[in-house]
Nanobody, 119 residues
Framework: VQLVESGGGLVQAGGSLRLSCAAS????????MGWYRQAPGKQRELVAD????????NYADSVKGRFTISLDNAKNTMYLQMNSLKPEDTAVYYC?????????????WGQGTQVTVSS
């Protein structure tokens, strides 16, 4: 399984970006997909996740009301729409997919995409 992120970049505070995560296989095969981020000197943290079947979503308090996660199973692609961006949103954003198979959980990661928000 390969996950490839795109859509990162430099944006001014208050601006918007949309991240994409394209999976090499069917996103239906995953139990949960999500976006994580890691800022310099900080631990990687969950931004948002979504179940592949029911579309149930979960957000970090810091992004609620500003970010929206979505999943297009027909395109095997997950998205993160980020609005009202703040300098503290600056980080490398990673796509994650979790799969339960034959009694074990398997965790897959993308290579990351840099998001920089200037003040």
């Amino acid at each position: 399984v390969q996950l490839v992120e795109s859509g990162g970049g430099l944006v001014q505070a208050g601006g918007s970006l949309r991240l994409s995560c394209a999976a090499s296989g069917s996103t239906f095969s995953f139990n949960v997909m999500g976006w994580y981020r890691q800022a310099p000197g900080k631990q990687r943290e969950l931004v948002a996740d979504i179940t592949s079947g029911g579309g149930s979503t979960n957000y970090a308090d810091s992004v609620k009301g500003r970010f929206t996660i979505s999943l297009d199973n027909a395109k095997n692609t997950m998205y993160l729409q980020m609005n009202s961006l703040k300098p503290e949103d600056t980080a490398v954003y990673y796509c994650n997919a979790l799969k339960y198979f034959s009694g074990s959980f398997y965790n897959f990661w993308g290579q990351g995409t840099q998001v920089t928000v200037s003040s």
